[in-house]
T-cell receptor
């Protein structure tokens, strides 16, 4: 079992739909990242969370430390949101442990 | 630029050859990470440098892989006697000491033919 599990692995939705991607982790963490990777592109850090909730534009990330669970939400999804979304857990101040990623496709 | 810079962006090499991948971290960032992403796979940790401490090499997949960081800045990842299974995107990230926010480079796409 991976230390960081994401679900779903693949998600296809219509433009405008509300999107939720989930991340569960089994290790103790100091922070959790949500990353976005576009096809052929690099990785962009969306959020870094250690507690509560953060919002940036149409993106919202939440984390529940007790339940070891985080969610990434996208409101009013758009085709340009199509990408792989990766959850990564920081163990201490050292390496990141990555989830397998969720491939999101938003159809117009 | 102000971001993490990796070179080359693409590298095609013949099986058995050695390759060197370079990472220029953000100035002042003492922590540097190497990861790789094989086709269809998730990100995999390779090695971590923090200041002058001994690097965490626990993710290196074989002794054909090595990395060094000169002067606490630029890092090179060397793969000797490349194999086809080494084909992947190799990503570098850096962060400030004590910070958990990592900044990623654009990656080097390595193809071993």
């Amino acid at each position: 079992k991976n230390e960081v599990e994401q679900s779903p692995q693949n998600l296809t939705a219509q433009e405008g739909e509300f999107i939720t991607i989930n991340c569960s982790y089994s290790v103790g963490i100091s922070a959790l990242h949500w990353l976005q990777q576009h096809p052929g592109g690099g990785i962009v850090s969306l959020f870094m969370l250690s507690s509560g909730k953060k919002k940036h534009g149409r993106l919202i990330a939440t984390i529940n430390i007790q339940e070891k669970h985080s969610s990434l939400h996208i409101t009013a999804s758009h085709p340009r949101d199509s990408a792989v979304y990766i959850c990564a857990a920081h163990q201490g101040a050292q390496k990141l442990v990555f989830g397998q990623g969720t491939r999101l496709t938003i159809n117009p | 630029g102000a971001g993490v810079s990796q070179s080359p962006s693409n590298k095609v090499t013949e099986k058995g050859k050695d390759v060197e991948l370079r990472c220029d971290p953000i100035s002042g960032h003492t922590a540097l990470y190497w990861y790789r992403q094989s086709l269809g796979q998730g990100l995999e940790f390779l090695i971590y440098f923090q200041g002058n401490s001994a690097p965490d090499k626990s993710g290196l997949p074989s002794d054909r892989f090595s990395a060094e960081r000169t002067g606490g800045s630029v890092s090179t990842l060397t793969i000797q006697r490349t194999q086809q299974e080494d084909s992947a995107v190799y990503l570098c990230a850096s962060s400030l000491m004590g910070s958990t926010e990592a900044f990623f480079g654009q990656g080097t796409r390595l193809t071993v033919v």
